[in-house]
């Protein structure tokens, strides 16, 4: 439904996917919060908000944005990469738009807004989250992914799920790699 109302542009395939990690979240016990950076109009973290719902789970759930699209890549702390996909602008949806959409769904309690950009957001909420149970991130640049994955995965609990959405982007895919080799983790 999320898709047919327009609210992602991630395709059925991963949304699927993204519904059996809750699955497993469930089935598996993992312990942790849910958390998703960039949500643009909010599908995927609607389809999380659900789940957790459904499924009784009872974990709080995050929803990282600027809510205003993505930075200026040459205005980030860590800098622009030379295979940037998008810039300032791309993927802007209002505070207001996203809640009322996860007002459709009965979500609007359920979830935490967290607007800013993530070099300022992230490292603070690191600070309070504990565990982190799914990490799904889509935010288009390679300063995004450094960021969230500087912030978050040291949280994330041994058997929790990492998703990197926009991995298929080049930029993303140096920066994910850029971190892993930097504290010696393979990706399984």
């Not at 542009?9 to 942790?32: A, F, Q, S, W, Y």
């Not at 950076?37 to 709080?60: C, D, F, P, Q, R």
């Not at 935490?112 to 309070?128: I, L, N, Q, R, S």
């Amino acid at each position: 439904e999320v898709r047919m109302l327009g609210l992602s542009e991630v395709d059925d395939n991963r949304c699927l996917h993204l519904v059996d990690v809750m699955k497993t979240i469930r089935d598996e016990k993992i312990p942790g919060d849910l958390i998703e950076t960039g949500v643009y109009k909010g599908g995927t973290s609607i389809i999380m908000g659900h789940a957790n719902k459904e499924y009784k789970l009872g974990k709080m759930q995050y929803a990282f944005d600027s809510f205003k699209g993505c930075p200026d890549p040459n205005e980030t702390k860590i800098g622009k990469h030379p295979d940037e996909l998008h810039g300032k602008g791309d993927f802007t949806c209002d505070i207001e738009t996203v809640y009322s959409n996860f007002k459709k769904f009965e979500l609007e309690d359920d979830i935490v807004m967290v607007e800013g950009w993530f070099e300022d957001t992230c490292p603070k909420y690191a600070e309070v989250i504990d565990e982190i149970a799914l990490l799904r991130f889509d935010g288009d640049l390679y300063s995004s992914t450094l960021e969230v994955l500087n912030a978050f995965y040291p949280k994330v609990v041994k058997g929790g799920f990492v998703i990197i959405d926009d991995y298929c982007i080049e930029a993303c895919r140096q920066a994910t790699h850029e971190y892993l080799n930097t504290y010696g983790l393979k990706p399984i």
